[in-house]
């Protein structure tokens, strides 16, 4: 029996040692920890990346969400709209700005944006739109770029889990007024410990975030705005410069595990994989199948060393953290419905085809179990 576990992230140590070794002794001798050029360069080389002209870097993920909102002036009273699935971060950078987030159902296809339904959710209050592209999908960008021209609306892409991905050719962070990405280490360009970043070609955008991420101050000790400390450190910065080299090529790997996942679940009974919209290039971030007995698939899988995870099992609007809001269950169905139903299975720029089967064998093994037990084992 193989072990395999989600995502180990130690290959991905072993395979630039020395480059990051590298970089790390680079960043001890020079003395500059925080800001520095380090950080100039990776936020020149991933927005060029993105196809944007700026990058800011920040703590995390969540952060650069939160500033991005706070730079396009949405706060007290205001509305934007959310995706009904998602990391929760993404509408607690909403409550963060001050602003109430206001949830969309998802495409059941994709779990992205349904775009048909943002209209009908806009009210006078609403200032924004947060399109997340999910699992390292992109959202479909157009329709909801309509509804935010139509309506004068923000559109910010939450970028966090799709670092590469392309969109009618066209590359995530590039498309709406700005993106946000974290780099936490599990991420397709994964830190060692939490990053994030803003990448925008709005120049107004980037100057206001660059003032918020440092205590509201261009100057030291000279502050504008009551600001934030979320600066991304010169170490991170550099140990990002050298997986940034190497992005593509590890997105490459993914679409690889990808298809071979693809190949070898397709027809299998109850189970969906994954929707790729014509219009959409992955970087499978994750890669989420649905199963109307999720929890059992998990614990057969489980027994084979197969170690599997649930992106995510409760959406943001039935926790705790949204309670006061008051929605009941079965008020975003496709939302709560996905949330019943998606596993995702190990995926990784350093998972080869040898695992990739043996995990696909696991679920087969699973599927011929259930087949054999309905028909009474004849």
Known sequence: MMNIPFLDLRPAYDELRDDLDAAYRRVMASGRYVHGPELEAFEREFAAYCGARHGVGVGNGLDALHLVLRACGIGEGDEVLVPATTFVATWLAVTYAGATPVPVDCDPRTQTLDPALLGPAVSPRTRAIIAVHLFGQSADMDPILAVGRRFGLAVIEDAAQAHGADYKGRRVGSLGDAAAFSFYPSKNLGALGDAGAV????????????????????????????????????????????????????????????????????????????????????????????????????????????????????????????????????????????????????????????????????????ARSRRAALSGGD
């Open 199 to 366: 990448v925008t070609s709005d120049d107004a955008i980037a100057a206001r975030v660059r003032l918020l991420r440092d205590y509201g101050s261009r100057e030291k000790y000279h502050h504008e705005v009551p600001g934030f400390n979320s600066r991304l450190d010169a170490l991170q910065a550099a140990l990002l410069r050298v997986k940034l080299r190497h992005l593509d090529a590890w997105n490459a790997r993914r679409r690889a595990a990808a298809q071979r996942y693809l190949r070898a679940l397709a027809d299998l009974p109850d189970l969906e994989l994954p929707h790729v919209p014509d219009w959409s290039d992955p970087v499978w971030h994750l890669f989420v199948v649905r199963h109307p007995r999720r929890d059992e698939l998990r614990t057969a899988l489980r027994g084979h060393g197969v170690e599997t995870l649930v992106h995510y099992p409760v959406p943001p609007h039935l926790s705790p953290a949204y309670a006061t809001r008051g929605w009941a269950s079965g008020a975003f169905p496709e939302a709560e419905a996905f949330a019943r139903t998606c596993v995702s299975l190990p995926i990784g720029p350093h998972m080869g085809p040898a695992e990739c089967q043996y995990v696909a064998s696991a679920v087969d093994a699973y």
